[in-house]
């Protein structure tokens, strides 16, 4: 679990900013990013449900790999 030390920072008296440290932000950012994979690979094996699929192989074969 990703534990976060944020400092907060305030304007006229309101929470304005969070300033975390820099190897936080990267986890943190890095969690973010790999969560959108994971909605986008549902998406996308709701678009092509009951499809057949292909292998590693074709798959390289296609894209010229």
Same mark, same amino acid.
């Given at each position: %679990?990703? @534990? #976060?030390? !944020? ?8 929470d &304005?900013?969070?300033? #975390? !440290?820099?190897? &936080?932000?990267?986890?943190? *950012?890095?969690? #973010? =990013?790999? %969560? =959108?994979?994971?909605?986008?690979? =549902? @998406?996308? *094996?709701? &678009?092509?449900?009951? @499809? ?5 192989? &074709?798959?390289?074969? *296609?894209?010229?790999?």
């Amino acid at each position: %679990m990703l @534990e #976060l030390h !944020p400092n907060i920072l305030q304007k006229n008296g309101k929470d &304005e900013f969070v300033v #975390l !440290p820099y190897d &936080e932000f990267v986890a943190l *950012r890095d969690l #973010l =990013e790999d %969560m =959108e994979d994971l909605v986008l690979l =549902e @998406e996308a *094996r709701k &678009e092509n449900a009951g @499809e057949p699929g292909i292998s590693l192989d &074709e798959a390289k074969k *296609r894209l010229g790999l």
